[in-house]
């Protein structure tokens, strides 16, 4: 069965750090169906960070993007603050979209 994910990628400067913490802490939780795979963090200059969602059921992949969205808008007030999301595929499932899985 084909595993549904999605990739968000971002950044904020470090003097808005505590900013972000705390709308973390404020912003709705996600969806049951969508799973945090993993987070990362490193500093170079700006705070970056990678985290892999997990969409448990591949029927809500649409409705777990627009909860993702809405999640990460919540940040928008918060100057310096980027992020973009990336639907991704296993190489497995890429490779049956042009015959070759």
């Not at 945090?36 to 591949?58: M, S």
């Not at 999301?85 to 890429?94: Q, S, W």
Request: proline fraction near 5%; charge should be neutral.
């Amino acid at each position: 069965m084909p595993l549904a994910y999605i990739v968000i990628t971002g950044s904020f400067p470090p003097h808005v750090s505590k900013e972000v913490g705390k709308k973390f802490l404020e912003l709705e939780k996600l969806p049951d169906y969508i799973k945090t795979e993993h987070v990362f963090n490193t500093a170079q200059g700006d705070y970056a960070f990678f985290t892999i969602y997990k969409i448990e059921d591949d029927s809500k992949y649409f409705d777990a993007l627009k909860a993702i969205t809405k999640r990460f808008s919540g940040y928008m007030d918060i100057v310096g603050y980027k992020y973009t999301l990336h639907p991704v595929l296993e190489a497995r499932d890429a490779l049956s979209m042009v015959g070759l899985g």
